[in-house]
C-alpha cells in the first residue's frame, strides 16, 4: 500500500508565516544513533503487562538474548533513537527544538501518523544489540487558520537502518580530529545517502519507515486555558460498527512516567497537571499520543496472534488523533477485521474516550511471514 501523506483540516491558507515550509523542510535534523538490544522493548513489555487483557502472555522476569535477534515488536520503535538532547536544550515545555518553527507556536500535539516496517527480511530492524541510525528529516509543513489563530503542521519523518561499528567508529574519530567538521558531514552525507530516499514511499535501506504529523499553536491565555479544562466534553465522532475484539483499560500516572522514561521525553503534558491546566486547558495529564499508538498496536498483535499464530505479521498502520485521552479515565481499545485480499488483511484499529466517542482512528494492514 502506498505512503499517504497526512492531509491538514480544511481552513483559510495564512500566507503570513509561508515561509515556515522552506526553513522547516530545509533543516539538516541531526543523526540519532541507539544500539538495538532487548532491553528497552522488555521493559515497555512489562510497563504494560497490568494494563493488557487478562491471559495475555506475562512478560519473563529475565531479559531475553540479543543472540535471538528477534523482530523489533510493532510499536516498540518508538522507544529507541532519543534525541540526545541536554535539559538545557529542551524548550520550556521539555520538547525537541529540532521541528518546532519558533515562536509565537509554542504549544505542540501529536496529531498522529504513519508507521511502516520492511518486508524484506535482510533489511528488518531486530533487536540484535547491533547500532542503528534514525535519519530524521521534515517532509512538509502547512500553515491553516485565521490571522492571530494559526496552526503550523508539520510532517516529521523517520527512517530506521543499519549501520556498522566502522562507520560509528569513523564519526567518532572525525569529532575527535582538527578536521572534525567537514570529515563528519561526509560520513554523515554517505548514511543519509543509503538511508533516506527522496520519495517518501519508497524504503530504500530502511527497515522502518515513520511519519509524525505534529500541530504546533500559539500560546493561550490562563484565562482560556481554565476555562477549557473545566468544560465538559464536546461532541464526538462515534464508531460505526461494532468491534470485533475489544478491551478497556484506565492508564495512569504511573505508566506515564514509565512511557516518559522509555522515550526520553519531558514534555510537561504528561508530567505536569497544574501545566496541562493552567497553561493546555486540560483537567488532568494526557496519555502520549505514541502510548496510545503503543497500546492499540499491542492489542492487535494479540489478536492477531490468536487467530493466526506466529504466521500473521503487523506491516503498516495509519491512524489520526481527534480527541484527548487522560490519565486515570478508562479507554477502550477496539480493532475489527475489514477484509483480505490476495493474503493480506486489512484492520479497523481505534480508542475510544470513556464518553464513547473516537479518540484515535487507524487503519492497519497485515501480512504473512
Not at 527544538?97 to 501529536?110: I, K, T
Not at 537502518?161 to 566502522?166: H, K, Q, S, T, V
Not at 569529532?175 to 567538521?181: F, G, I, P, V, Y
Request: glycine content about 8%; proline content about 8%.
Amino acid at each position: 500500500m502506498a505512503t499517504c501523506a497526512y492531509t491538514s483540516p480544511p481552513g483559510r491558507y495564512s500566507s503570513s508565516y509561508a515561509h515556515l515550509n522552506a526553513e522547516l523542510t530545509s533543516r539538516r535534523l541531526p543523526l540519532i544513533f541507539d544500539y538495538l538490544n532487548p532491553q528497552n522493548s522488555h521493559l515497555l513489555d512489562v510497563s504494560l503487562a497490568d494494563y493488557l487483557p487478562q491471559g495475555s502472555p506475562k512478560p519473563s522476569h529475565y531479559l531475553p538474548p540479543a543472540s535471538e535477534a528477534n523482530l523489533l515488536p510493532f510499536g516498540h520503535h518508538l522507544i529507541y533513537f532519543p534525541p540526545p538532547k541536554t535539559g538545557s536544550q529542551l524548550l520550556p515545555d521539555g520538547t525537541d527544538p529540532d521541528q518546532s518553527p519558533g515562536e509565537p507556536f509554542v504549544r505542540r500535539m501529536w496529531a498522529g501518523g504513519h508507521v511502516r516496517y520492511n518486508p524484506d527480511r535482510t533489511l528488518q530492524v531486530r533487536l540484535d544489540g547491533k547500532p542503528h541510525v534514525c535519519v530524521e528529516g521534515i517532509r512538509d509543513v502547512s500553515v491553516k487558520g485565521k490571522e492571530g489563530d494559526e496552526k503550523v503542521f508539520v510532517g516529521i519523518e523517520r527512517r530506521v537502518g543499519r549501520i556498522e561499528e566502522a562507520e560509528l567508529a569513523q564519526l567518532n574519530s572525525a569529532h575527535r580530529s582538527n578536521s572534525a567538521d567537514a570529515a563528519m558531514q561526509a560520513a554523515e552525507d554517505a548514511i543519509r545517502a543509503r538511508v533516506w530516499t527522496a520519495e517518501p514511499a519508497e524504503f530504500g535501506a530502511a527497515g522502518t519507515v515513520e511519519r509524525r504529523n505534529i500541530v504546533f499553536m500559539r500560546e493561550r491565555p490562563p484565562a482560556d486555558a481554565a476555562a477549557d479544562a473545566a468544560k465538559k466534553p464536546a461532541k464526538m465522532l462515534k464508531a460505526q460498527h461494532a468491534p470485533d475484539f475489544e478491551h478497556t483499560l484506565a492508564p495512569n500516572d504511573k505508566l506515564l512516567f514509565r512511557y516518559s522514561a522509555l522515550t526520553f521525553n519531558a514534555h510537561a503534558i504528561h508530567l505536569d497537571p497544574a501545566y496541562c491546566r493552567d497553561v493546555e486547558g486540560h483537567r488532568n495529564l494526557l496519555v502520549h499520543g505514541p502510548l496510545s499508538f503503543t497500546l492499540m498496536t499491542t492489542l492487535l498483535r494479540l489478536q492477531l496472534a490468536k487467530e493466526g499464530g506466529q504466521a500473521l505479521v503487523l506491516r503498516e498502520v495509519e491512524y489520526r488523533n481527534l480527541a484527548p485521552l487522560y490519565a486515570g479515565e478508562p479507554l477502550r481499545l477496539c480493532g475489527r477485521l475489514v477484509g483480505e485480499r490476495e493474503g493480506e488483511r486489512r484492520y479497523e484499529v481505534w480508542a475510544e474516550t470513556p464518553e464513547g466517542g473516537i479518540a484515535v482512528k487507524g487503519t492497519a494492514r497485515v501480512g504473512s511471514k
